[in-house]
């Protein structure tokens, strides 16, 4: 008899501690997230071009996989390129993308959040423009696809709303020839559904 008390003792304990862990972990939730791009790029390591202003929109789904720790997918139309000026005049690499960034998110506070992880993208469109005395001789084909990690930061509310800022670290070459990466830093505003 005593066994079977012990038994139901240490059942109720466990079912209650699983409970109890379950209701500290934060709910799964998804939503839509937009802001503004600072695009630019790095040519063979020298420093960056002149930016390009742009803005991003996509949606998000996170889920928690401890009280403090997530894995956020993104899907994200993303502005980004470049412009450089000198004494001719200005030209302007325009690219547009589809990023697929996965982010691991840390909740150091209940409201404040830190994130890093990989992202890649594909390029949808690419123009040039040309101002002034520019030569429009040379094609700036972009490749098709990018990749790098991205590193950021925020703040989140209770009700879901979420101001963040998020640098993106391209480690693919944008074109065939060269090493030119990639450099956005995102301002963005999103909200849970």
């Known amino acids: 008899m005593k066994i079977k008390q012990i038994t139901i003792a240490l059942l109720f304990g ?13 709910k799964s939730n998804g939503g839509i997230k937009g802001g503004y791009n ?8 020298d420093g960056e071009t002149e930016q390009r202003h742009g803005f991003h929109i996509g949606v998000y789904g996170e889920s928690f996989i401890s009280e403090s720790f997530s894995i956020q997918p993104e899907l994200m139309y993303s502005q980004q390129g470049y412009e450089i000026t000198n004494s001719s005049g200005t030209f302007t690499q325009k690219l547009d993308y589809i990023n697929l960034p996965l982010m691991l998110k840390a909740y150091p506070s209940k409201n404040f959040f830190l994130e890093a992880g990989p992202q890649i993208g594909l390029a949808v469109s690419h123009k040039e423009e040309y101002d002034g005395l520019f030569s429009g001789s040379q094609e700036y084909d972009p490749n098709n696809f990018d990749w790098g990690m991205n590193f950021g930061g ?5 009700s879901g709303i979420s101001l963040g800022v998020r640098y993106h670290l391209g480690l693919g070459d944008l074109y065939d020839e060269g090493k030119a990466q990639n450099r956005v830093l995102q301002f963005s505003l999103g909200f849970d559904l």
């Open 14 to 26: 466990v079912i209650t501690s699983m409970n109890a862990q379950d209701n500290t972990i934060p």
């Open 38 to 45: 600072l695009a630019a790029v790095s040519f063979d390591g």
């Open 154 to 158: 925020g703040f989140k509310t209770d």
